[in-house]
């Protein structure tokens, strides 16, 4: 049995799979009618609607005024927090609620073994523009069928005030114990970053592959950290605590929350510690049964082209790194301050350096143990005082 399936085994899961076959089973339209639908509505010259399941901001004007003036729609966003918020959501949805499906990479098997996503065709997509590391990115793929593509990612590392904590601490997970940071240090609540993080810094270097010992050891590890431990934060929790002071530290997260603050003027900056960092990555896909896969999939042209991957990099809601080197280019023509923050640059030092050097590795989910084992103990962990 593969690692992903031994997830789909779990209580979650199972309740998951019950869902999804009612919904493939009644989602099973043919494109050329959805198609046929589609078009008869936008012929009447009534804006059409392309809805979007996603993490905040990706439906915002910001990203995509563009393209609702130049197909004459409206996306509408349903938005979620957390990769198991976002399985939540689409299981208890009706075939066809989201035409566009906007998840973390390590979601798309789950997505795709319950039958949640619409095959696609790579000749539609521009992966030639592709950095070769994220052309035939691990998930997006059953053999040669593809299901996602990806939009963007960024890095987890270090988030620290920069008036309080010295970047030569911040290079380092140890930080997070320091004594002069006791009751400042937050947590992003969401087990899967954090736990991926204090993993690396127990030596782990395949932060979630562990044998039943390196599991003990995570927990050991988290356990001596909660004395230090602020509290746990949502995306606003988090953004208003690092921004008033309350938090100098924040593990679980990167330059997608602080880059945003600092563009506002806040004192705060992430780092890649020394131990490594962990890669997030946002993948589009077409929700089964849609009834605008012509509509979705120019979606996903338009946010993938160099032209939208600008507008993704530079997204309002939170900053992100591109695949597209194009979008490179383009972005280092447009804002070369932007492409120096981010480390976007085609000479010298750049982020791919860091993905290739092996300092980054990708997030996923659990693979020796179950998501619920990894989730009751965060549970746990939260509630120790």
């Given at each position: 049995m593969k690692e992903e399936d031994k997830n789909l085994q779990s209580p979650f899961r199972r309740r998951f799979l019950q869902g999804s076959?009612?919904?493939a089973a009644g989602s099973a339209l043919p494109l050329a009618l959805t198609s046929a639908n589609s078009w008869a509505q936008s012929s009447g010259g009534q804006p059409r609607t392309l809805t979007m399941l996603a993490w905040y901001g990706h439906a915002e004007p910001d990203v995509v005024a563009e393209f609702e003036a130049k197909h004459n729609c409206k996306v509408k966003p349903k938005y979620y927090t957390g990769g198991d918020n976002m399985l939540a959501l689409i299981s208890q949805s009706p075939a066809g609620t989201y035409d566009l499906v906007l998840s973390d990479a390590e979601y798309v098997p789950q997505l795709r073994k319950a039958g949640y996503l619409e095959r696609l065709d790579a000749k539609d997509y521009a992966f030639d523009?592709?950095?070769?590391e994220f052309q035939k990115f691990p998930g997006h793929w059953d053999g040669n069928d593809l299901y996602a593509v990806m939009v963007r990612f960024?890095?987890?590392g270090v988030?620290?005030?920069t008036d309080a904590v010295p970047e030569s601490k911040a290079r380092s997970f140890k930080v997070y114990w320091d004594p002069a940071y006791k009751g400042k240090v937050g947590h992003f609540d969401w087990y899967l970053p954090n736990m991926g993080e204090l993993s690396?810094?127990?030596?782990?270097?395949?932060?979630?592959k562990l044998e039943g010992d390196q599991f003990a050891k995570l927990k050991s590890v988290m356990k001596s950290l909660r004395p230090q431990v602020a509290g746990f934060f949502d995306y606003g929790g988090t953004f208003s605590g690092l921004k008033n002071g309350q938090l100098q530290l924040v593990c679980g997260i990167g330059d997608w929350i602080t880059g945003t603050l600092a563009r506002s003027g806040a004192k705060v900056s992430s780092v890649v510690p020394d131990e490594g960092g962990l890669q997030w990555t946002e993948s589009l896909s077409i929700g089964k049964g849609s009834r605008n896969r012509d509509l979705a999939n120019?979606?996903?042209q338009y946010i993938t082209s160099a032209q939208g991957q600008v507008k993704s990099a530079k997204m309002a809601a939170y900053p992100a790194l591109i695949p597209n080197r194009k979008g490179w280019e383009l972005l280092g023509q447009s804002d070369p301050a932007e492409a120096r923050r981010q480390g976007m640059v085609l000479t010298g030092h750049s982020v791919m350096d860091d993905i290739r050097s092996g300092k980054?590795?990708?997030?996923?989910?659990?693979?020796?143990?179950s998501i619920e084992d990894w989730n009751d103990f965060w549970s746990e962990y939260k509630e120790r005082a």
């Amino acid at each position: 049995m593969k690692e992903e399936d031994k997830n789909l085994q779990s209580p979650f899961r199972r309740r998951f799979l019950q869902g999804s076959t009612a919904l493939a089973a009644g989602s099973a339209l043919p494109l050329a009618l959805t198609s046929a639908n589609s078009w008869a509505q936008s012929s009447g010259g009534q804006p059409r609607t392309l809805t979007m399941l996603a993490w905040y901001g990706h439906a915002e004007p910001d990203v995509v005024a563009e393209f609702e003036a130049k197909h004459n729609c409206k996306v509408k966003p349903k938005y979620y927090t957390g990769g198991d918020n976002m399985l939540a959501l689409i299981s208890q949805s009706p075939a066809g609620t989201y035409d566009l499906v906007l998840s973390d990479a390590e979601y798309v098997p789950q997505l795709r073994k319950a039958g949640y996503l619409e095959r696609l065709d790579a000749k539609d997509y521009a992966f030639d523009d592709y950095f070769p590391e994220f052309q035939k990115f691990p998930g997006h793929w059953d053999g040669n069928d593809l299901y996602a593509v990806m939009v963007r990612f960024g890095f987890l590392g270090v988030a620290y005030n920069t008036d309080a904590v010295p970047e030569s601490k911040a290079r380092s997970f140890k930080v997070y114990w320091d004594p002069a940071y006791k009751g400042k240090v937050g947590h992003f609540d969401w087990y899967l970053p954090n736990m991926g993080e204090l993993s690396l810094y127990a030596g782990h270097k395949a932060p979630y592959k562990l044998e039943g010992d390196q599991f003990a050891k995570l927990k050991s590890v988290m356990k001596s950290l909660r004395p230090q431990v602020a509290g746990f934060f949502d995306y606003g929790g988090t953004f208003s605590g690092l921004k008033n002071g309350q938090l100098q530290l924040v593990c679980g997260i990167g330059d997608w929350i602080t880059g945003t603050l600092a563009r506002s003027g806040a004192k705060v900056s992430s780092v890649v510690p020394d131990e490594g960092g962990l890669q997030w990555t946002e993948s589009l896909s077409i929700g089964k049964g849609s009834r605008n896969r012509d509509l979705a999939n120019a979606f996903i042209q338009y946010i993938t082209s160099a032209q939208g991957q600008v507008k993704s990099a530079k997204m309002a809601a939170y900053p992100a790194l591109i695949p597209n080197r194009k979008g490179w280019e383009l972005l280092g023509q447009s804002d070369p301050a932007e492409a120096r923050r981010q480390g976007m640059v085609l000479t010298g030092h750049s982020v791919m350096d860091d993905i290739r050097s092996g300092k980054i590795v990708f997030r996923q989910l659990p693979v020796q143990q179950s998501i619920e084992d990894w989730n009751d103990f965060w549970s746990e962990y939260k509630e120790r005082a």
